[in-house]
């Protein structure tokens, strides 16, 4: 591969860095959100068995399966943006991306059908090994996709455009260890809302801890095994962010009743994936440009665009904002 | 490039594609059309005070909300990555054109699914006016759907002005943008309250005398927002003077409009379960045959070659290579040759006249067509191939005939054969 001049926007014309910078934010979301859909779906069989046991524990199981509709809704819905904006800036060589979209969207509706059922039925369900059975099921769906995902990161990346079955491995342990460390931050971050709740919030970030370890190790490993790739610095933030991830879930450990643990360790792994997605544009495009010489067609100014895009923007998040703030405290029954 | 599942090009292909994006365009209408009926309902019942409306619309929610919502996000996801695949340049191109109104309908996606579960959950711990509120709000942001697709779809129709001067104004209000706006919003909520009937002829939490009562409280509603149909595309077929073909198509969608609002009529009337099953089988045949016809339409544009109108679907032609195909030639302004006793508005389409593909040359054949024929050709005898490319036009009618000289030919059937080209783009 032949190295490119050293350029912050990476040969891209003017205007399309604040593209590469949409992609990283919008892409960073989607990985979070996704990664907190499969991690809640491999961590609540476990959940709900300990619940059972023990069962004065605050039921942080059912909470979450109470919310996983929407998080797995939001996970899928927040996929278009990404897959928008890296088109945007790979034009019709994006087709790794195009074929990965295909492949893994057409489990998805049997994952979405069965969360909504499972979210519907729930409270008249006694039989808590068939709920069980039912997220195991979600995250099987949920697994394939990262799995395909994973083959065509290798296919995109790859200088000769073909999978790299081990690489692949990599990648795909690399996301179920973010999955299982996402969710393990949101279930601390869950139980630390309630009274007494030092056990869960422990729980949550022992399993954040395993998971934020697994993925420093991993992210070292992937970054180790292409020496021909320079690292960014990117990715040097990412791996200390994720150090720093598995640092605040022990001090989690330690202190439960600091509510500041989790929270940080929220904070942290969000930027490590923000970084790390930063590095994977950057690093996606590299391949791209250098093996095909490949230049985008011109974004046209659109000013107009532009500020109804802000203006939708802001109204999104208003409307999710008062989703959040609003809701809870004006509750009641109709 | 190579994926663990091999070449899909046996499944690529252009009726697949047409028929995925008119069953798409379908799914999206009800479900937008099922929002805006479901939202208003709600809201008349909250003001009747009607607990047997809310107890419908509460068994129906999950067939009323997420599933539509879902089903035509699924497909919506997987006719892009068909057209990825497909026509790779023309969807980069338009992916490039509508970037900002495609980022906005991302976001308003996201507002989408958290609605849909707010109000699909919020029966229980919501306030009425909350309630209320989230429907609405799922409401409008799935109408916002099918303001994109209508944007898309009507510059793939009449980029008219935006060939001349290239400005996003000119793309974004283009001449047919705001007749396919109407007439889809008014086809959407014709579809969604069709399908809200069936809904609530199959709900379980209700008896049969209370699901009459049901469409018969909501009749009158639905009858003002389905009856509105014919009056809307008779407005747009006097004030676009459309030709016939259209006329016919756009009459059968009236005519099933105003079968669905006889349905309600009927249904807010009469209590007899004959009138209900007989008045539903005429009003599923005229939808079949408005949407039989419809549908056939819109796959016919999707199909149809050379016109300018269809150029980026047909041709898989990015946009930028307008002008230069304009300087050289091959894309000509000419007057549609329309049979006489056919055309409503002949005065209209001789100022107006298309924009036409003469011919494709050696340079488009490499950067666009090329790309479908590589695959077909790679590893073919030259001589084989050569007869092939000279016969284009009758080989796949959708490829405008080879002008190129000789040599060219013979550089392009080198280049298409070669088994060591196998990527776009080059």
């Known amino acids: 591969m032949t190295p490119l001049p050293p350029n912050e926007t990476l040969g891209l014309p003017a205007g399309m860095s604040v593209i590469e910078l949409l992609s990283v934010i919008t892409g960073s979301l989607h990985i979070l959100l996704f990664s907190l859909a499969l991690g809640t779906a491999l961590v609540i069989p476990a959940l709900l068995r300990w619940e059972r046991r023990l069962p004065a524990r605050p039921p942080v199981g059912e909470r979450l399966m ?42 998805i509706p049997l994952a979405l059908a069965a969360a909504y059922a499972l979210a519907s039925v729930v409270r008249h369900l006694h039989d808590r090994g068939l709920i069980r059975l039912f997220y195991l099921l979600i995250a099987a769906v949920l697994v394939m996709k990262a799995a395909v995902v994973a083959v065509h990161d290798t296919i995109s990346r790859s200088p000769v455009m073909r999978a790299d079955i081990a690489g692949a491995i990599i990648i795909f342990a690399t996301m179920i260890a973010l999955a299982i460390g996402t ?56 791996f200390m962010l994720t150090l720093a991830t598995a640092g605040a879930c022990i001090l989690g450990i330690l202190r439960p009743r600091n509510s500041v643990w989790p929270w940080t360790s929220a904070v942290a792994l969000t930027g490590a994936v923000i970084s790390m997605r930063a590095e994977r544009v950057a690093a996606g495009l590299r391949v791209i440009i250098a093996e095909t010489a490949y230049t985008p067609p011109p974004l046209r100014p659109q000013p107009w665009m532009s500020a109804a895009f802000v203006a939708v923007l802001a109204a999104c998040i208003a409307v999710l904002v008062w989703m959040c703030l609003g809701m809870r405290s004006r509750r009641g029954p109709q | 490039m190579e ?11 252009r009726d697949v594609f047409a028929a995925l994006g008119m069953l798409f365009t379908a799914v999206l209408l009800t479900a937008s059309g099922l929002a ?11 003001r009747a005070s ?52 495609l980022a906005m309908q991302g976001f308003v996606l996201i507002v989408q699914a958290a609605a849909a579960y707010a109000y699909h959950t919020g029966w229980r711990v919501l ?20 303001l994109t697709i209508s ?81 809307v595309i008779l407005l747009l077929m006097v004030l676009e003077d459309a030709p016939l073909a259209r006329a016919a198509e756009r009459f059968a969608a009236g005519g099933m409009g105003t079968a669905v609002a006889i349905l309600f009529i009927v249904l807010g009337k009469r209590e007899s379960g004959n009138r209900i099953g007989a008045t539903g089988a005429a009003t599923a045949f005229a939808l079949l045959v408005a949407s039989t016809m419809a549908f056939h339409s819109g796959y016919v544009r999707l199909k149809d070659p050379y016109a300018i109108r269809n150029y980026i679907y047909t041709n898989d032609i990015a946009l930028d290579a307008a002008p230069r195909m304009r300087r050289e030639g091959i894309l000509t302004y000419a007057h549609t040759i329309v049979p006489a006793g056919i055309d409503l508005s002949r005065v209209a389409a001789r100022r107006r006249g298309e924009w036409v593909f003469r011919a494709l040359r050696y340079g488009d054949y490499l950067g ?57 783009g080059v």
Not at chain 2, 69 to 95: D, E, K, N
Not at chain 2, 137 to 143: D, E, G, K, Q, V
């Open chain 2, 368 to 424: 666009a067509t090329g790309g479908r024929l590589r695959s077909e050709l790679r590893g073919m005898a030259f001589d084989e191939a050569r007869i092939i490319i000279e016969h284009l036009p009758v080989v796949d009618s959708a490829i405008p005939p080879f002008i190129g000289t000789p040599r060219e030919l013979d550089d392009l059937t080198v280049f298409l054969t070669s088994p060591f080209h196998d990527r776009d």
């Open chain 2, 151 to 231: 944007e898309i779809a009507s510059f793939i129709l009449t980029p008219d002005a935006w060939l001349e001067s290239f400005r996003a104004v000119d793309a974004y209000i283009n001449p047919s943008f705001f007749p396919l706006l109407i007439v889809l919003t008014a086809w959407g909520v014709v579809l969604g309250s069709v399908a809200f009937t069936f809904i609530v002829q199959c709900l379980a939490g209700l008896t049969a005398g209370e699901k009459k009562l049901v469409l018969a409280k909501a009749a009158r509603w639905l009858w003002t927002l389905a009856g509105a149909l014919p009056v």
């Open chain 2, 36 to 46: 805006v009926v479901n939202a208003g309902l709600l809201i008349r019942g909250q």
């Open chain 2, 3 to 13: 994926y663990p599942l091999g070449h899909m090009t046996a499944l690529i292909n």
């Open chain 1, 66 to 107: 109470a919310a996983y509709p929407l998080l797995l809704s939001l996970g899928i819905a927040s996929y278009m943006l990404p897959a928008l904006f890296d088109q945007t800036i790979a034009g019709n060589l994006s087709y790794a991306a195009a074929v990965r979209m295909g492949y893994w969207w057409l489990m």
């Open chain 1, 183 to 238: 969710a393990g931050v949101a279930m601390g971050l869950a139980a630390g809302r309630q009274d007494g709740a030092e056990c869960g919030v422990r729980r949550g970030m022992r399993i954040a801890a395993a998971g934020a370890s697994a993925l420093a190790a991993l992210w070292l490993l992937e970054g180790s095994s292409h020496p021909g790739t320079p690292l960014g610095v990117s990715w040097v933030i990412a």
């Open chain 2, 50 to 101: 009607s607990s047997l409306l809310l107890r419908a619309l509460r068994a129906g929610s999950f067939f009323i909300v997420p599933v539509p919502f879902f089903a035509s996000l699924v497909l919506g996801l997987f006719v892009w990555f068909y057209a990825a695949l497909l026509l790779p340049s023309a969807t980069s191109a338009l992916i490039h054109q509508f970037m900002w109104l």
């Open chain 2, 127 to 146: 306030t009425m006016r909350d309630h209320a509120r989230w429907a609405l709000i799922f409401a409008a942001s799935s109408w916002f759907g099918v």
